[in-house]
């Protein structure tokens, strides 16, 4: 009996996915149904020590080289195949092939995990691969393949944990393969992330409720569509959220956050590409409730010249980075960057 094929991927977060059926647009080719689950051995970043948080992203990690991934009970991605006459692989009038993963993932939360599909083609040669969660908008047409995919503008976050990005952290991966024996993929990520390091540095305690920073322009992109060759494009913004002003921007509830003097506490969101920030200024707000009083700070404009400078000239936000921001408050709201850095294993080639 042919043994389970195996697919080590490597994957930068952990994101909740509801399976649901999604229609191809093309018959494509129905392979016959195998005799055995199709399985995948998924690994998160570097192997390392399993953190006991079942976050998405580890809370709270101090290394400014990198953030940790973990595994979620839910997580899931999806799977295109064509064969070597580059038609799609079908089955049942579906071309997306879900992979759940195992029901005997551990309790706690890992970096491994194995994901299974039972009706992908397991004796298929010269293939080629093309994964990505956690969106099911893949459509095919005459001529091109692609999935479309977008994140929100605004989100909430519970103090201590990240669960708030799992859904809207979007990876892809591509792979040529020769067999479907041992094929190993790498995920890469669309999407950028902002995280704040909020600081008290008054006197007294005191609970912050929200952050929001905005430009002028549309420097915050909400949508893009990746093809199966992965070629990239964006949409900017469109300016649902916005001051009378006219100014755009993403916003962040942070739940249960008390701070004590001198405490932090981090805060992340997520972006896309949008337009260049070029000549633009970002302003951050820092909105917090102290006994029956809320107030909203509104920190100096920054020259966003600094995040191009910091990122090597790049002048947009970039996937697969991470844009670091410390808002230190006292009687007033300073902002200052701290570092752009690739997060580990983002910008990593797909690995066979």
């Not at 080289?65 to 973990?70: M, P, S, T």
């Not at 970096?111 to 893949?138: C, E, G, R, W, Y």
């Not at 540095?201 to 093809?227: D, H, L």
């Not at 902002?335 to 066979?352: K, R």
Request: net charge negative; with cysteine; charged share 15%.
């Amino acid at each position: 009996m042919k043994r389970n094929p195996i697919i080590g991927a490597t994957f930068l977060s952990a994101l909740c996915l509801t399976l649901a059926g999604c229609s191809g647009d093309d018959a494509g080719e129905t392979p016959e149904r195998p005799t055995q689950p199709f399985v995948v051995s998924a690994s998160l970043g570097a192997k390392a020590t399993a953190p006991s948080s079942r976050a998405s992203v580890e809370y709270g990690n101090t290394d400014v080289n990198k953030e940790r991934f973990v595994w979620n009970s839910s997580d899931a991605f999806y799977l295109v195949a064509k064969d070597a006459e580059m038609k799609l692989l079908n089955y049942e009038g579906n071309n997306l092939y879900p992979f759940q993963i195992s029901p005997s993932y551990p309790d706690k939360s890992s970096n491994t995990a194995d994901f299974f599909n039972s009706n992908f083609p397991v004796d298929q040669s010269n293939l080629s691969l093309f994964a990505f969660t956690p969106t099911t908008k893949f459509t095919h047409s005459t001529t091109e393949d692609y999935v479309d995919y977008s994140i929100p503008f605004a989100s909430i976050q519970n103090r201590a944990t990240t669960d708030h990005l799992r859904g809207s952290m979007v990876m892809y991966a591509t792979a040529a393969a020769a067999s479907s024996d041992n094929v190993k993929l790498q995920f890469k990520h669309l999407t950028s992330m902002l995280r704040f390091t909020i600081k008290n540095a008054n006197t007294t305690e005191c609970q912050v409720i929200g952050v929001r920073i905005y430009s002028g322009s549309e420097v915050f992109g909400i949508q893009g569509r990746i093809t199966f060759d992965a070629t990239q494009r964006y949409e900017q913004q469109t300016p649902t959220i916005a001051t009378t002003d006219q100014t755009i921007g993403l916003s962040l509830n942070i739940q249960g956050s008390s701070l004590a003097p001198g405490a932090t506490i981090e805060g992340y969101l997520l972006t896309l590409p949008g337009k260049v920030l070029t000549d633009q200024t970002l302003t951050f707000e820092l909105s917090t409730i102290s006994g029956n009083n809320t107030h909203t700070y509104t920190a100096r404009a920054l020259n966003a010249q600094k995040i191009i400078d910091a990122n090597a000239g790049a002048t947009k936000f970039e996937a697969g980075k991470r844009y670091w921001f410390t808002l230190t408050l006292d009687e007033h709201l300073t902002v200052t960057l701290n570092t752009v850095t690739a997060m580990s294993g983002w910008d990593t080639e797909t690995e066979l």
